[in-house]
């Protein structure tokens, strides 16, 4: 589409100059700004969340038979030979 309006030279058309300069400004700032985030993420300790979990496992109720899954041809096995 921008090629189109670069070769019909409309006003809509942004100088491929801005576009390099707007490229380069986008990784200039996000790509310093990922790694530095990486590199914080990894020197924190580990996320753990405190939960306490009931040794008594619930009951999970039958299906109803329009939940239940029914095989498609994607599901299927192949043949083996």
């Not at 300790?45 to 239940?68: A, E, G, H, K, M």
Request: proline residues 12%; charged residues 20%; aromatic residues 14%.
């Amino acid at each position: 589409m921008y090629g189109v309006r670069r070769t019909k030279k409309s006003s809509t058309a942004v100088p491929f100059g801005t576009l390099v300069v707007l490229a380069l400004l986008w990784f200039g700032v996000s790509l310093p700004l990922v790694f530095f985030g990486s590199f914080l993420g990894y020197k924190k300790d580990p996320f753990s969340v405190p939960v306490q979990t009931n040794p008594i496992p619930r009951q999970i109720p039958p299906q109803l038979w329009y939940v239940l899954k029914r095989p498609s041809k994607e599901q299927k096995r192949p043949k083996e030979t």
